[in-house]
């Protein structure tokens, strides 16, 4: 019996869709002229080998020309056949919390969050060359900065363009979205030094803590419980301060200083004003 083999992929499946052929695999187009090229006789025998390849080549593709869809597709594709490759266990992952809507950004960071852990152990264990190694650490730190900061100003700007009347209904949920993106990067400095000690500190999980800090430093006015924040912010302030002793994050507390300020105002106000009040009543 004649099957068919694609080149592109060496996948088998390859349907009549008009006037071409079309693997259903790669999505590569044969003209029937082409497609007769690639019958042959009996069993076809995959390269699986050749195949996983190709798909690599096609993801690739399609992260350096941005589209994330395909990016996606092609990654789940290969984690199917490579399940042990720390590349299609990250973008697959990756490229899925990049297609999230706005109400998915809390999902999508957790998501982010939970694979760091899980990709960061399989380079450690199959990344043997130790300068590949920390190029594949530094990669994933980069794109991580850069969801954290795509989800992070997202929820922000959605809340800022709720109405006056209702914003207030929504507040809780943006701190939701926006401490999940931050904990992309806390967390993910946290893992590279848990997997890989002190190597990688300075390089890669000092840039992923100030990035968390940056983004933590943006809520403070939303929080119930600022002190407590400004205390999460200084831990992670003392842990970059190992790799780069004059560090310093003044953000927090100034901003920490005018809530305080604000709320003695407002005490001394309702305290004094009632005071004064009766003190003007009683001399008329």
Not at 26 to 36: L, R, S, V
Not at 75 to 90: H, R
């Amino acid at each position: 019996m004649k099957k068919f083999a694609c080149e592109m992929c060496g996948s088998g499946d390859l349907v009549k869709q008009g006037a071409y052929f079309v693997c259903q695999s790669c999505g590569t187009k044969y003209t029937p002229e082409d497609a007769k090229k690639l019958m042959i006789e009996g069993t076809v025998q995959v390269d699986k080998s050749n195949e996983l390849n190709n798909l690599y080549e096609l993801a690739r593709r399609a992260r350096n020309d941005n589209n994330s869809e395909k990016a996606q597709k092609y990654y789940e594709q290969i984690l199917l056949m490579d399940p042990s490759g720390w590349e299609a266990n990250f973008y697959s992952t990756y490229y899925q919390s990049m297609n999230c809507t706005i109400g998915e950004i809390q999902s999508a960071a957790v998501r982010i969050c939970n694979c760091e852990d899980t990709v960061l152990k399989l380079i450690k264990h199959n990344v043997l060359n130790p300068i590949k190694r920390k190029e594949a650490v530094d990669e994933i730190a980069a794109r991580l900065i850069e969801i954290s900061d795509m989800l992070y100003n997202a929820a922000i700007n959605h809340y800022k363009g709720i109405g006056d009347s209702i914003r207030s209904n929504y507040t809780q949920e943006m701190i939701n979205n926006c401490c999940r993106a931050r904990d992309i990067c806390y967390y993910f400095g946290d893992y590279v030094i848990d997997i890989f000690g002190d190597a990688y500190g300075k390089d890669i999980a000092v840039p992923c803590w100030k990035k968390g800090i940056t983004e933590h430093n943006g809520m403070i006015q939303y929080f119930r419980h600022k002190e407590s924040n400004v205390n999460i912010i200084m831990d992670y302030v003392s842990k970059i301060q190992k790799y780069e002793p004059q560090y310093s994050n003044d953000a927090a507390i100034k901003q920490l200083q005018r809530e305080k300020i604000s709320n003695y105002i407002l005490i001394a106000s309702l305290i004094f004003i009632p005071i004064f009040y009766i003190i003007f009543v009683s001399l008329l």
